[in-house]
């Protein structure tokens, strides 16, 4: 059963950085997409950035593109969302998910098989 925790969320301020971090376990995630999505009060599941788990292709949506980084550490089966240039647009609960390998840029929640449970973050102005 695959099992995602996200951490390293927090308040920050506008123009600062955050890093969440995603542990991932339950099986090999070699044949994987992870993906980072958010949500903001009111509004629909949004996607953030994802990464190919094997060769490390990146993904990221239009308004965090030059901003954030999606990573991944193989050796600790940890995906990373490096944010910079905090914007108070981006207060939101943010999830990882995992879904395998398969057709589509993998930008759609429901793309997406499993789910963390989320990590708010919150940008002052």
């Known amino acids: 059963q695959v099992h995602l925790v996200e951490s390293g969320g927090g308040l920050g301020q506008a123009g600062g950085s955050l890093r969440l971090s995603c542990a991932a376990s339950g099986c090999t995630f070699s044949s994987y997409v992870m993906g980072w999505f958010r949500q903001a009060p009111g509004e629909e599941r949004e996607f953030v950035a994802r990464?190919?788990?094997?060769?490390?292709?990146?993904y990221y949506a239009d308004s965090v593109k030059g901003r954030f980084t999606i990573s991944r550490d193989n050796a600790k089966n940890t995906v990373y969302l490096q944010m910079n240039g905090l914007k108070p647009e981006d207060t939101a609960v943010y999830y990882c998910a995992a879904r395998l390998v398969g057709a589509g840029v993998g930008a759609s929640p429901s793309d997406y098989d499993y789910w963390g449970q989320g990590t708010q973050v919150s940008v002052s102005s």
């Open positions: 990464i190919t788990w094997r060769a490390g292709y990146t």
